[in-house]
């Protein structure tokens, strides 16, 4: 079973169409949840990090949520331009390393 | 902040040659560096963390003597594709954790590698 699962896997909007990408995780003992941004033939571009129930980070038309199942990334009146795949990833523990969802990609057309 | 780089960005080589890619931190010092592969449409796949002055960590299937890390300084780790194969193609991307820190780790902009 997937530690962590982001849905939808593909999301069209089109643009000002506000809307939110969800993560769900099953890990005991959170380090952390990151967001990140991720362009075709690129790596990924860190956007946020949460680390515990309740907390939320905005950034421009971003904003990110957490409790303790699932976090979602909600997009505010998106455009063109924000168009790209978004990563989840968990830390557990005093483990240092990543688990990443498949992540989920948006298309904002004009 | 927080910047990442990689050198190649894309590299192509014959079956049988050997390809090492760099990574480098460029803003802050990182004892521990990650790496990934990415295959299309797929996620990121830890592939093994290098950590600053010891040998690395591999994950389970990584075949260490096909894959060798260096991490020779606190902004450098280099990996090393030993005897490609055209199965070894795929998008390889490092990242790092600030010094102190094994929090957030920042990419660079990956290596596209290519077995003929």
Redesign the interface.
Known sequence: EDQVTQSPEALRLQEGESSSLNCSYTVSGLR?L?W?RQDP??????LF?LYSAGEEKEKERLKATLTKKESFLHITAPKPEDSATY?C?V?EGSN???T????TLLTVNP | GAVVSQHPSRVICKSGTSVKIECRSLDFQATTMFWYRQFPKQSLMLMATSNEGSKATYEQGVEKDKFLINHASLTLSTLTVTSAHPEDSSFYICSASPRGTLDTQYFGPGTRLTVL
């Open positions: 952390g990151f990140y033939g690129k790596g990924p571009e860190f990090t990563l990833a830390g240092y390393k990543l990443f969802g498949k992540g």
